[in-house]
């Protein structure tokens, strides 16, 4: 049986921020860039917003040569030994040009209906031009993040190295206004220490929200001009990783009270707010995990459980935490990186239950009716994609009478070249360019009692075909991109097996030879 889409009941809606945002780092110096369609494959759900960590050294002689391929003859023992970050090198800016990895990357996250969370150290000596071309590199891409000099009051990356905190801190305003001044929808994000218990073994008292954050005198502008706070947290981390074991002989790793952990990261809101004249921004924690080499995997699946459910009991102060990361080669990822075949992942215990949360009620983004919305024109057919926390789309919803065998959809000849993300009662597939079916059976075989489900509820959106904003598109093409459909696809379903085994046919399996 084949249905025309058009002739069923269907409204607009729009998606709309979910309580808690779970997004997802992807790829680092511990890991390469692992694409968005096997990502989707495995968690069945899109994430509010991808991380990428890059680097920015442009006025060192072997720039933009990888650290580890720059100096492949020198000695480490610690990661970040290296004369600069050994993070991806960001390949844009005044110098390169904007098909190299990173926009290559960005452009796969948002062709899959996700917003760019870009992680970029920068060397605080370029100059404003510099900054503006990175501003003219990232306005394309909607409203991603941009997390400059993260951990800033740190010792560990070159340019906490080669410059003082002040000047760290004077960068990052400076670097802010610089890229406002050209793309004022990206969202630059302040990362630093927060409120810190002292050393327990000074026996000091705990901290209050009326401690200061870590460096706070010379951080203070940049907590009044940025768009969001942020705090790194691991509940447990190897930093020593990968130059040594954590074990009884080393000693460069922690493991830390997930209530404590969750208690600090507060008071630093806390004490943000305080800063900023008692006005509220949003808060983050922008890279978060329990190092599985510290707790070992089920320990690690019992901390970010119980981490939720203090996020979930509590008030919404903290809009979103970043899991780091997807593929990992030391076991900080949802997989490990297979030794033999880095491009194989070895499905880690994790995984699983970060599949739970990323489904459950707390993190879903909020589907409501957006019926009458005129976005395009007339054409009711017409679709917006904001980002993942504010898109118009269209809702059908189809009875069933049991469940099916088959559930396919096929595009005609005029849709094959939409780009679009389908939610199929909360498992979402990809539908690129080009693509004239999608089997919806996945959902099925992933559903518990599936057997019970009498409608499907299929909602479509339409982000960037390219990855990119069309600047053609009208004044407000930077923070929007408009889709019409020229039409729903056909949708085929089916209750019965094409053909059933004959009846009477002897089974070989009985006969005696």
Known sequence: ?????????????????????????????????????????????????????????????????????????????????????????????????????????????????????????????????????????????????????????????TFNKRYSYQEVADFFVRATRLIHQVAPQIQVILCIGGVEDPDPLEHLPLRTKDDPIQMEDIFKEAVLQTDIWSVDKYMALHWGWPCDVADETTDQYKCCNVQRTYELTKLSYERFCYLNGGKSKPMVMSEFNADGDIVGPYEQIRMMQEFFKLREADEDWLSAITFYQFRDRGRLGLEIEDPNHPEVGIEQPILKEYKKLLHSPLCQPQITDATGTDITGENPLSLRWGGFEDATGIEVCIPLQQRPVFLEL???????????????????????????????????????????????????????????????????????????LPSLPKLRIAYEPVLREPEGMVDSRNLKI
């Open 410 to 484: 096929y595009f005609d000849e005029n849709a094959k070249d939409c780009n679009l993300m389908i939610n199929c009662n909360g498992h979402w597939f990809y539908k690129g360019v080009g693509t004239d079916f999608v089997d919806l059976m996945p959902f099925f075989f992933e559903t518990e009692a599936s057997e019970h489900i009498d409608t499907i509820t299929l909602t479509f959106f339409a982000p960037p075909a390219t990855g990119e904003n069309d600047a053609s598109q009208g004044e407000d093409w930077s923070i929007n991109y408009y889709t019409v």
């Open 1 to 157: 049986m084949y249905l025309e889409l058009e002739t069923q009941n269907y409204r607009k809606v729009h998606m709309g921020p979910a309580r808690f945002a779970l997004d997802l780092s992807d790829g680092s110096e511990r890991g390469e860039y692992v694409n968005q369609d096997y990502i989707l494959s495995k968690l069945h759900r899109p994430h509010r917003a991808i991380n990428l960590m890059f680097c920015y050294y442009p006025l060192d002689k072997t720039w933009p040569a990888r650290a580890r391929n720059a100096f492949p003859e020198q000695e480490i023992a610690f990661q970040w030994d290296y004369p600069y970050d050994d993070y991806f090198p960001y390949t844009g800016g005044l110098e390169g040009n904007r098909e190299g990895e990173p926009f290559q990357m960005m452009r796969d996250i948002r062709r899959h209906g996700q917003d760019v969370a870009l992680t970029l150290t920068i060397d605080p000596g370029v100059s404003d031009e510099q900054l503006l071309a990175i501003g003219e590199d990232l306005k394309r891409f909607g409203r991603m993040q941009l997390r400059i000099n993260h951990e800033a009051t740190g010792n560990w990356f």
